[in-house]
């Protein structure tokens, strides 16, 4: 089992539309979650953290975890193509260090 | 406020030479890790620098190494480098000043081994 699952895709999704990315981690002690977007070429960029269950909100994207189910999503609302990258979901496993995904690759289509 | 900044910005190498990568963390941030990316993959943890000692380490041979130095800046070296080693090295830099845990990406350096 991988540490850390995301489906690869490409999701596409229309503009205006409502992306839901999702991620499962397998290390039960992770307390703190980050989502990073990475542009083709480029580093990647902290877009949002969470450390606790539910959800928290920044602008159109809301992270939320539920660690008992070991599953955090990234929601990003009026997808506009700009957003098309690759989202990066990136538990803690100890500290300081982040255990990262292969990424889903976002497509918004005009 | 500069962001973390990592020199070069590209690198070609032949097998079994060896190189020298450099980061100067964000304004204010103390640690240091270092993540290598290959392509189509995400980044994997090296190592990581705090108070000029290597705090904690990745599944990575001894043929990578690094320091820090006492402005916080880093470097990492690969010795005997193979063509696996082509990659993105990616720096990140975190601290208190950053909040808590989060982590910040320099624009990383990409090593071409061939």
């Known amino acids: 089992q991988k540490e850390v699952e995301q489906n690869s895709g490409p999701l596409s999704v229309p503009e205006g539309a409502i992306a839901s990315l999702n991620c499962t981690y397998s290390?039960?002690?992770?307390?703190?979650f980050f989502w990073y977007r990475q542009y083709s070429g480029k580093s990647p960029e902290l877009i949002m953290s969470?450390?606790?269950?539910g959800d928290k909100e920044d602008g159109r994207f809301t992270a939320q975890l539920n660690k008992a189910s070991q599953y955090v999503s990234l929601l990003i609302r009026d997808s506009q193509p700009s957003d098309s990258a690759t989202y990066l979901c990136?538990?803690?496993?100890?500290?300081?260090?982040?255990?990262f995904g292969t990424g889903t690759r976002l497509l918004v289509s005009p | 406020d500069a962001g973390v900044t990592q020199s070069p910005t590209h690198l070609i190498k032949t097998r079994g030479q060896q190189v020298t990568l450099r980061c100067s963390p964000k304004?204010?941030?103390?640690?240091v890790s270092w993540y290598q990316q290959a392509l189509g993959q995400g980044p994997q943890f090296i190592f990581q620098?705090?108070?000029?000692?290597?705090?904690q380490r990745g599944n990575f041979p001894d043929r990578f190494s690094g320091h820090q130095f006492p402005n916080y800046s880093s470097e990492l070296n690969v010795n005997a480098l193979w063509l696996g080693d082509s990659a993105l090295y990616l720096c990140?830099?975190?601290?208190?000043?950053?909040?808590?845990?989060?982590?910040?990406f320099g624009p990383g350096t990409r090593l071409t081994v061939t």
């Open positions: 620098y705090y108070e000029e000692e290597e705090r």
């Open positions: 990136a538990p803690e496993t100890s500290f300081q260090k982040l255990v």
């Open positions: 969470i450390y606790s269950n």
């Open positions: 290390d039960r002690g992770s307390q703190s």
């Open positions: 990140a830099s975190s601290g208190l000043a950053g909040g808590p845990y989060e982590q910040y």
């Open positions: 304004s204010g941030h103390d640690t």
